[in-house]
T-cell receptor, first 115, second 112 residues
Framework: EADIYQTPRYLVIGTGKKITLECSQTMGHDKMYWYQQDPGMELHLIHYSYGVNSTEKGDLSSESTVSRIRTEHFPLTLESARPSHTSQYLC??????????????FGNGTRLTVT | RKEVEQDPGPFNVPEGATVAFNCTYSNSASQSFFWYRQDCRKEPKLLMSVYSSGNEDGRFTAQLNRASQYISLLIRDSKLSDSATYLCVVNLKMDSNYQLIWGAGTKLIIKP
């Protein structure tokens, strides 16, 4: 089982604050992803990375940024939090050996509430 | 219309029964398919990949119907622990990359 960790587990923060959600994996996976999921809804891709210094935007990327300076670390930053950012944020990784069929391993998520 | 559609449920099923649900996808260029399981307020976890010839893993059977563009999941002898939301995921080739498209999930409740 992949070891992928997200911190914090829960975060309540005021509007306008800058926040960084942390994600680290110890499996040496090349590919990492950030998803946003509201209750009862599908996952939406925010950003992804295929390796160090590689980052790409997903469907919901316009209000956040990511970096991939080290293989194991893929932080997500919201420059100015808004109530519409209230959601669950899930980080995932995969081996990348086969883009076609690599399963995703998820962290346990960060539940963000912006007041 | 969503690219991946699932009946949200919930499916309320007595313990020991067999239950099946489908997932339809709209893009015929979809390359590979998966079922993930997500427990309440937890992260998704891979349940099984879906192969063209169909595949079975214990009490779980997955089927792919490319002509009608749907995949199915069958659970036999259902257990209380099978209660979860089952997410259908389609791997779609776009240009030279693959993109995972997620369904919103089907909620299954197994009752004693």
């Amino acid at each position: 089982e992949a070891d992928i960790y997200q911190t914090p587990r829960y975060l309540v923060i005021g509007t306008g604050k800058k926040i960084t959600l942390e994600c680290s994996q110890t499996m040496g996976h090349d590919k990492m992803y950030w998803y946003q999921q509201d209750p009862g809804m599908e996952l939406h891709l925010i950003h992804y990375s295929y390796g160090v210094n590689s980052t790409e935007k997903g469907d919901l990327s316009s209000e956040s940024t990511v970096s991939r300076i080290r293989t194991e670390h893929f932080p997500l930053t919201l420059e100015s939090a808004r109530p519409s950012h209230t959601s669950q944020y899930l980080c995932a990784s995969s081996t990348g050996e086969s883009t076609y069929n690599s399963p995703l391993h998820f962290g346990n998520g960060t539940r963000l509430t912006v007041t | 219309r969503k690219e991946v559609e699932q009946d949200p449920g919930p499916f309320n099923v007595p313990e020991g029964a067999t239950v099946a649900f489908n997932c339809t996808y709209s893009n015929s260029a979809s390359q590979s398919f998966f079922w993930y399981r997500q427990d309440c307020r937890k992260e998704p976890k891979l349940l099984m990949s879906v192969y063209s010839s169909g595949n079975e893993d214990g009490r779980f059977t997955a089927q792919l119907n490319r002509a009608s563009q749907y995949i199915s999941l069958l659970i036999r002898d259902s257990k209380l622990s099978d209660s979860a939301t089952y997410l259908c995921v389609v791997n779609l080739k776009m240009d030279s990359n693959y993109q995972l498209i997620w369904g919103a999930g089907t909620k299954l409740i197994i009752k004693p």
